[in-house]
């Protein structure tokens, strides 16, 4: 496990060949193979450690993703309806469901195979958006995108990881919009870059958990 998590090949090689499990899990249920994707250290070749090791089977991951106007308080341009219109009709579900699913094929390694229904997936994955609103007087309107993200393995049990991402209008990643028009594309430009840090802390916890099989 050392050894693949610092990317040192020739050793894993070696090990493997000395009778070395590389199904064996530490005691956060990480195997070699998961320290040599999700914590790499040093600087040794990790692709190489990678290739030598077997890849876990892909779970099956099922996506329920919503999205909540609490955090729309105020607007310097209407009220919250209007700019709870003017939200929904930028479509922040499909958006994030559309990035995803791209990242997932893309930079994501394909670690996970999307699965159209709960009842067909091991886990899933519920995000929750918060695009939020406030008038800031002259200043006018300060927005921010939060997403609240929890994956359960089955129906009922406890969840694997609990975590928001992004932050609110309090927080550093806050920008100002001069008209409802600048709407689109600031909560655009929030929505894509949620989907890496997402995907990774959902698999990496997936894996540990063991969630391949049922």
């Known amino acids: 496990m050392l050894a693949a998590q610092h990317g040192r ?3 894993v090689e070696l090990l ?11 005691h956060e249920g990480s195997t070699a193979y998961m320290l040599a994707l999700f914590s790499p250290a040093g600087r040794g070749d990790h692709e190489a450690v990678l290739k030598l090791l077997p890849k876990p089977p892909r779970p099956k991951l099922a996506l ?3 999205w909540s106007a609490a955090g729309l308080a105020s607007s310097c341009f209407g009220t919250r309806e209007e700019i709870s219109r003017v939200v929904e009709s930028l479509r922040p579900v499909e958006q994030f469901l559309r990035e995803f699913g791209a990242y997932v094929q893309s930079s994501g390694r394909n670690l996970v195979e999307l699965a159209g229904l709960p009842a067909d997936a091991d886990a899933v994955l519920r995000a929750e958006l918060r695009p939020a609103a ?10 921010g995108l939060s997403v609240a993200v929890e994956v359960v393995l089955q129906p009922g049990s406890k969840a ?6 992004g932050g609110g209008v309090k ?6 919009a001069t008209n409802l028009g600048q709407y689109a594309p600031v909560f655009a430009a929030w929505i894509k870059p ?11 916890e997936l894996y540990r958990a063991g969630g391949a099989s049922k």
């Open 171 to 176: 927080g550093l990643r806050s920008q100002t």
């Open 16 to 26: 493997l060949g000395r009778g070395a499990n590389p199904a064996a899990r530490d």
């Open 134 to 143: 406030a008038c800031a007087a002259q200043a006018g309107d300060n927005l």
């Open 64 to 66: 329920e993703v919503k």
């Open 194 to 204: 949620q989907a890496a840090p997402i995907y990774w802390a959902a698999v990496a």
């Open 9 to 11: 090949a020739s050793t």
């Open 160 to 165: 694997i990881l609990q975590r928001v991402f």
